[in-house]
């Protein structure tokens, strides 16, 4: 059968902004992998020529976080009576939902911030949250090791669970990932919920045991300590704890973390790259 002027894929064409399938899609994401970490260099550059002390705002904001949840929750609220070495808690918990927190809410973005981009440049604009994640992925890694060092300080040791932070980091990494890529789409079609997400953010950080432990606080309920145990964020928290502490039971490794956090990082990352890639032709539309 001969193509006619009104069949352009048979002549090799396709529309400008469709969605190629999603195996190619992913392909074109990775063969971009150099503008991505490019991308997420740069605006580390850029955040830091804006400020004077530079790089050192990525780790002096954890530490002025932890010392006011310390003043208000560990001093005027008392919550150190309940809890172990309650300064090393609350400064794992602080500087790991930073990380978090910082994905969310930028990735958020990543899509509505670059409208001129997306408009005027063809290329998979999957490529734009994930740069957002790599930055603060970049940022996360002197943060870590500015935490081992205090803990080293405070006199905790390091131990060979120490070594099992590469592994919960890197599917932290594509938890984050996944919830970075579902919120980029949900804020390109409902606009308003860029005003939500604070909310939800505040919500996470007072519900995943940051300045309290759960273990303590419903010691006598263990169904609902069964029940958090599935709140992913909280399981990358307490088992940080676990694996940077050794003080005292309360920080004995819990092995079936494990399996929860694998299982809610490659899942998520799964669902929120075939939701992004869903709405790939409407990213760039003006309507």
């Known amino acids: 059968m001969t193509p006619t002027v009104d069949d352009p894929q048979a002549h090799g064409l396709t529309r400008v902004g469709g969605r190629p399938p999603l195996a190619e899609y992913l392909r074109g994401v990775a063969q971009r992998k150099d503008f991505i970490v490019s991308l997420a260099k740069f605006r580390i550059e850029a955040e830091n020529q804006r400020q004077r002390l530079g790089m050192l705002w990525i780790v002096l904001k954890p530490i002025l976080n932890a010392a006011v949840f310390g003043i208000v929750f560990g001093i005027?609220?008392?919550?150190?009576?309940?809890?172990?070495?309650?300064?090393?808690?609350?400064?794992?918990?602080?500087?790991?939902?930073?990380?978090f927190s910082a994905c969310?809410?930028?990735?958020s973005k990543s899509i509505t911030s670059n409208q001129a981009l997306v408009q005027s440049l063809a290329f998979p604009r999957m490529a734009l949250p994930i740069s957002v994640v790599v930055q603060k992925f970049l940022q996360l890694v002197p943060t870590i090791g500015l935490l081992m060092i205090f803990l080293?300080?405070?006199?905790?040791?390091?131990?060979?669970?120490?070594?099992?932070?590469?592994?919960?980091t890197a599917l932290y990494f594509l938890f984050c990932l996944g919830v970075a890529l579902i919120t980029a789409r949900l804020t390109v079609h409902l606009p308003d919920l860029g005003n939500l997400?604070?909310?939800?953010?505040?919500?996470?950080?007072?519900?995943?045991?940051i300045f309290f432990s759960f273990d303590i606080r419903f010691e006598g309920n263990p169904r609902l300590l069964q029940v958090i145990e599935f709140q992913p964020v909280y399981a990358f928290l307490s088992l940080s704890r676990e694996l940077l502490l050794d003080s005292d039971p309360l920080y004995d490794v819990r092995?079936?973390?494990?399996?929860?956090?694998?299982?809610w990082s490659i899942g998520l990352l799964v669902i929120g790259?075939?939701?992004?890639?869903?709405?790939?032709?409407?990213?760039?539309?003006?309507?």
């Open 273 to 287: 790259t075939v939701f992004f890639w869903a709405a790939e032709e409407r990213y760039g539309r003006v309507d």
């Open 152 to 168: 080293v300080v405070m006199g905790h040791l390091p131990t060979w669970n120490w070594l099992l932070m590469l592994p919960l």
């Open 255 to 263: 092995m079936q973390f494990w399996p929860i956090i694998a299982v």
């Open 197 to 209: 997400l604070p909310f939800i953010t505040r919500f996470f950080f007072y519900t995943t045991g």
């Open 76 to 99: 005027l609220m008392a919550s150190t009576k309940s809890v172990p070495d309650f300064v090393a808690f609350l400064i794992i918990g602080v500087f790991m939902f930073e990380f």
């Open 104 to 107: 969310m809410g930028s990735g």
